[in-house]
């Protein structure tokens, strides 16, 4: 045995190169070890050693039952739409406490969705106040501070990283049953950031949403590599848009072929539960371009007993029913 042998990170990424400093190090990503490492960009701008601010986001969560991030491998898959109606499902009861945190920075659509675009952030003593959709509702998303919604966020990591913190750490969320977390796209700063700054307040786990063609399949694998590698629960796997459903007829037809299999084979290839199909009903883009409830709007809708059937499966592994 050698006489120098060192002690090994903590958190080293699976595929890390040999002699990894660790992502939470100072050196991350710019040490000589890194070079070539696939993990290299993300853990050269990710936050680095303990971050001041933990305690505080740890001590503002600890009001929060339940935190559910809501992911995607690839944009327009319906991850945000699905979001939306897992909030307006989960707000039914009147004595559920439902929070939606917006951290797509480049491209928070939540407000429009939840019916709320025009609002504005509140100060109190407290912290930032949520936007309210309803009693027990409330949402925090860029999209409202923003001087004029069409306006491009150009930021780079550190600035997405600062403000998901201030969503964390400064946002009045008060006492909630749920709070979700609609995300980006893909698997980058502002996931590590959610993983990193939630870490001792925990993280119940990940929905991830797909569609059933293969082109989208391919990034729900990183995806779920991703939440592997960060130790963050996948709680299941829906798959969006699984076939059209006319709204007259109720005849369905498929629109994006599973040539692979769909959801269900990659989610017995990887262990993951399924959570359900959702069909693709076009009054759910119009619900959402409304901000309403399609739920609410289409309760005979094919698509709405999807949806309340794969948020009643959520509940039950969420609250520990079942395993």
């Not at 629960?233 to 299999?261: A, D, K």
Request: hydrophobic letters at 35%; one cysteine or more; glycine letters at 8%.
């Amino acid at each position: 045995m050698s006489e120098n042998t060192e002690k090994q990170p903590e958190n080293v990424p699976e595929d890390a190169n040999e002699h990894c400093p660790g992502p939470e190090s100072e050196q991350a990503g710019k040490d000589d070890a890194c070079a070539g490492c696939p993990n290299q960009t993300i853990c050269a701008s990710a936050p680095k050693g303990p971050d001041p601010d933990i305690p505080a986001i740890t001590e503002r969560m600890s009001s929060v039952k339940h935190k559910i991030l809501i992911l995607s491998g690839k944009g327009g898959v319906g991850k945000s739409s699905f979001t939306s109606q897992l909030a307006f499902a989960l707000s039914g009861d009147e004595d559920c406490q439902v929070g939606v945190m917006d951290i797509d920075i480049c491209g928070p659509s939540i407000p429009t969705i939840m019916g709320v675009v025009n609002e504005q952030i509140h100060q109190s003593n407290s912290g930032w106040q949520p936007v309210f959709v309803q009693d027990n509702l409330g949402v925090m998303s860029i999209g409202f501070m923003l001087p004029d919604k069409d306006d491009a966020v150009i930021w780079r990591g550190p600035k997405k990283n600062g403000l998901i913190k201030q969503f964390l750490r400064d946002v009045d969320w008060g006492n909630l049953d749920y709070l979700l977390v609609d995300t980006p796209p893909g698997t980058s700063d502002e996931h590590l950031s959610m993983a990193t700054l939630l870490k001792e307040s925990g993280i119940d786990g990940a929905v991830i949403i797909t569609t059933p063609q293969e082109v989208a399949l391919q990034d729900v694998r990183k995806e779920i590599d991703f939440c592997r590698k960060a130790k963050i629960p996948i709680l299941g796997l829906v798959e969006n848009m699984s076939g059209f459903v006319c709204p007259n007829c109720h005849g369905e037809s498929v629109i994006f072929p599973p040539t692979t299999g769909g959801a269900e084979a990659l989610a017995e290839e990887l262990n993951i539960t399924l959570l359900g199909r959702i069909p693709l009903d076009p009054r759910v883009a119009k619900s959402c371009d409304m901000g309403v409830s399609f739920l609410d709007e289409y309760p005979d809708s094919p698509a709405c007993a999807a949806y309340e059937e794969i948020i009643d499966k959520l509940r039950d592994v969420v609250e520990g029913e079942i395993n």
